[in-house]
């Protein structure tokens, strides 16, 4: 079957399995067709490339010199992964925006980026935190969207190309052309399972503030967005992927209570007039994590690419501080090193 909906809002399509959240279940692998844009699905305007431009001519969007050698100072811990079996859920931070999930029986990567630099980036400030060779069989990968720095075709090639996929909304032509067979593509509300050794593990997409682009003239032309895992037992991971601060994350709350752990992004905030739509900084990723009701954070983006003005050491500095400051136990602020790991109390 295949369908195609031009409305800019998550369209109602029939075929899938409802459930009280309103979200649907949609097969594995469906092949569907998609509007040609989601320019619609834009929460605020984006920055201009004239902005842009300025802004990167100013210097505006690299660190000063003198704020890099905090650089050396990035909290790295490489170690092995955690045992975590049908019952347990582990993370571990790979660096960026990549996890390695460990739910339901599931090995579960969050948008892979093994590379050492990405199109347009100095090389990584610190090195991926968990060896390729390291991670067990890989499961299934969950991709937010598709700009470089979150999806990295290097490191999908190192997969077998039956390693199952779910991508937003428009992007499984990409992952079709470089010969993966198990993509599943998905709008905002929807959610497709996965079997496990303990049962079905539910990966729902939801909705965040941001865009795509991974070309010159393609704006937009897929969806964008954050996933919330859950295991058979019902642990709940929910993974942002890359976003600014807005309405969203309350409504995600509210449709998936009980997450108990939010992976949320601290990083490339400066210059804050130009980054605010589209990426929190400390404050808000905190204030996000209040809205949807999570038990915990997990702070991301940040410590691994150059991306933006502010110094390398800052995230962290700012998150713990506004996390102290919203009356949150220090405990359940998981600010882990690359290559850290945690496991969720059963």
Request: charged letters at 20%; a positive charge; aromatic letters at 8%.
């Amino acid at each position: 079957m295949t369908e195609r909906t031009d409305r800019t809002e998550p369209a109602d399509i029939a075929g899938g399995t409802g459930r009280a959240d309103g979200s649907r279940v949609r097969p594995l692998g469906e092949r569907r067709r998609w509007p040609r844009s989601f320019t619609g699905r834009l929460t605020a305007p984006l920055p201009g490339p004239l902005e842009m431009f300025r802004a990167a001519r100013s210097g505006a969007l690299r660190p000063p010199r003198e704020a890099m050698a905090q650089a050396a100072r990035l909290p790295v811990e490489p170690g092995p992964l955690p045992q975590a079996g049908p019952a347990r859920t582990a993370v571990t931070w790979a660096g960026h925006a990549s996890w390695v999930v460990r739910t339901g029986g599931l090995t579960v990567l969050t948008d892979p980026v093994w590379s050492r630099r990405i199109l347009g980036t100095p090389r990584r400030l610190t090195p991926v935190g968990v060896p390729w060779e390291d991670l067990p069989a890989v499961d299934a990968v969950v991709i937010s969207h598709n700009h470089y720095d979150h999806l990295d075709a290097p490191t999908l090639a190192r997969l077998p190309r039956d390693t199952p996929l779910f991508v937003p909304a428009g992007l499984g032509a990409w992952c079709r052309r470089r010969r993966f067979t198990r993509v599943t593509e998905l709008d905002w509300w929807e959610a497709a399972e996965l079997p496990g050794p303990a049962g079905p593990v539910r990966f729902d997409f939801v909705p965040a503030h941001h865009w795509s682009r991974r070309g010159i003239a393609d704006t937009c032309r897929s969806l964008w967005g954050g996933w919330v895992l859950t295991a058979p037992g019902g642990q709940r991971v929910y993974f942002a992927g890359d976003t600014g601060y807005g309405h969203w994350f309350a409504e995600i709350g509210r449709r998936h209570p009980g997450i108990d752990l939010a992976l949320l992004p601290i990083g490339a905030y400066a210059p804050r007039p130009l980054l605010t739509p589209v990426h929190t900084d400390p404050e808000e990723a905190v204030r996000a994590c209040g809205d949807l009701g999570a038990a915990r954070m997990a702070p991301m983006h940040w410590a691994t690419f150059t991306l933006s003005g502010e110094p390398p050491l800052e995230p962290l500095t700012r998150v713990r501080a506004a996390w102290s400051a919203a009356g949150r136990d220090a405990g359940d602020l998981w600010d882990l090193p690359v290559g850290g790991s945690r496991i969720l109390p059963p």
